[in-house]
């Protein structure tokens, strides 16, 4: 096979480690195309060779290599000449030779992916709905080339409010919901569009940081949690003509309490009373391990006075970037009036692979395996601790645990030190607006067990020797436990 390129480059059959047994074959070529081309060993003016000899060579659909060499061109690597074929493009950028990946299965606690903390969602299991993205990508609705609904694609929402009927008890109909951009995304619309500057909001004390950073234009008013969830009594005292209150009630962000039916019943008698809107974020309800969890306060809602915040960023990845509004009817208007002049629509290209994840049973069945793998990481991750002399029990629901630290422990200097040590944790104490105290936060998710062992065993040094110390100087005087009074 006559392709006129230089000596040094090797056999076209090296390439065949960089492409996946199974996955995207197209991209696979392209990416070890465009990567020969950037380090120079494919120089402009090369000839590429027929694309039925690399498929042949390969031993993978010529399909695959006509749409990797379509990329090329497309991105500006290559260009075609009539009747000669594909060439390497006159100019394009020239790379250094990208570091050799480190040896695979030598895993070290520090490189774990992210923050442990932030409780990484389980990657695996999405062969499905990568198929159907590709499929949907291969024949693009016709929408796609038109401006879009600004709820986003009616298939989908269809699906979505199917889905939370069933699963979380919700009463609404299609046209309720707007598709967003995560959790944040969906926050960030209820601050601008429902809330005006100034406006107070119950935070639940501690609570979930970025819901805080949301309502940052608003005045955040702290309202403590304990074994019941937000103190609804407490609130009415601080704020009792507050404009909203956000809520993580299935499961409480970051202590892991779920707000008890007594609470659930003050706070929407407060809301109506008040006029107020309860703001329930819903974040990890996918991940229940024992027992039912109780109703969304949604479906218990007969005065409409709350919005539901739902996300797939746990169930299946924060860069998937969808979450959702459930809206009373007085706020679709104005929300969707912000959506029109802002960002206008959320993305359509996946929506319809999604609706079909959803329709299909796909994602119920993605859902059984990653609480069966998160149970698992959640175990593991508990027995080490336990280990360390962590007074603490496995949760019953989530993607992450509370280790509450008695009151003199600076959890922000532990923090540094697990870190250190290779286990991502974040500290309790900065999760507070007022009267801070200390404990860690950490994430079991989206890690292999023995992995996520690793990392734990290499904190549990400076974990059980700060635990020790605690003991030493003060345990009596500082209660362990955050819930109790």
């Excluded at 480690?17 to 392209?30: C, E, I, Q, T």
């Excluded at 006509?66 to 000669?84: K, S």
Aim: with cysteine; charged share 20%.
């Amino acid at each position: 096979m006559q392709t006129n390129l230089p000596a040094n480059l090797p056999d076209w059959s090296a390439l065949i480690p960089v492409l996946p047994s199974d996955g995207p074959r197209a991209r696979a070529v392209y990416a070890a195309l465009r990567g020969l081309i950037e380090a120079g060993r494919l120089p402009p003016g090369a000839k590429l060779p027929p694309s039925r000899d690399l498929a042949a060579r390969l031993a993978i659909a010529r399909g695959a290599v006509v749409a990797g060499y379509e990329m090329l061109l497309a991105d500006g690597f290559a260009e075609a000449r009539v009747g000669a074929g594909t060439y390497v493009a006159g100019a394009v950028p020239r790379l250094g030779l990208a570091p050799s990946p480190p040896p695979a299965g030598d895993f070290q606690p520090k490189d774990l992916p992210g923050d442990l903390g932030l409780a990484q969602p389980d990657p695996q299991s999405l062969e499905a709905f990568r198929v159907l993205v590709n499929s949907h990508l291969a024949k693009p609705h016709p929408g796609l080339f038109h401006y879009a609904d600004p709820r986003g694609d009616a298939g989908l929402r269809g699906e979505v409010a199917a889905y939370l009927r069933v699963a979380r008890g919700l009463r609404l109909h299609p046209d309720q919901i707007v598709m967003t951009a995560g959790t944040q995304g969906a926050l960030d619309l209820i601050a601008r569009a429902v809330l005006a500057p100034g406006d107070e909001v119950w935070m639940e004390e501690p609570g979930y940081p970025s819901g805080k950073a949301a309502f940052a234009a608003q005045t955040l008013v702290p309202v403590p949690v304990d074994g019941e969830g937000l103190d609804v009594a407490a609130g009415r005292l601080r704020a009792p003509r507050a404009r909203a209150a956000y809520v993580t009630p299935s499961h409480q962000f970051p202590l892991g309490v779920t707000m008890s039916m007594r609470r659930r019943l003050a706070l929407l008698d407060w809301a109506l009373e008040a006029g107020a809107w309860i703001i329930e974020d819903d974040y990890d309800s996918e991940f229940r391990y024992a027992g039912a969890p109780l109703a969304a306060l949604q479906g218990m809602d007969g005065a409409g006075r709350v919005i539901y915040v739902g996300t797939f960023s746990k169930a299946l990845m924060p860069g998937l970037r969808m979450g959702y509004l459930v809206l009373p009817e007085p706020l679709i208007a104005p929300v969707l009036a912000l959506r029109m002049r802002s960002d206008r629509a959320p993305s359509g290209l996946i929506e319809p692979a999604m609706a079909e994840f959803l329709s299909g049973g796909a994602f119920a069945a993605h859902l059984r395996r990653a609480r069966k793998r998160c149970r698992t990481a959640r175990d593991a991750l508990v027995a080490v601790l336990q280990e360390a002399g962590a007074a603490l029990t496995a949760p019953d629901q989530g993607l992450h645990l509370t280790l509450p630290l008695p009151q003199d422990c600076d959890d922000r200097a532990l923090t540094a030190r697990l870190r250190a040590g290779g286990l991502g944790v974040r500290a309790l104490s900065t999760m507070f607006l007022d009267q801070p105290r200390p404990g860690l936060v950490i994430g079991f998710s989206g890690h292999p067990p023995d992995q996520l062992q690793a990392a734990a065993r290499g904190g549990v040094v400076p974990l059980a020797a700060a635990l020790g110390s605690i003991r030493a100087v003060d345990m009596a005087s500082c209660p362990p436990n955050l819930l109790e009074p």
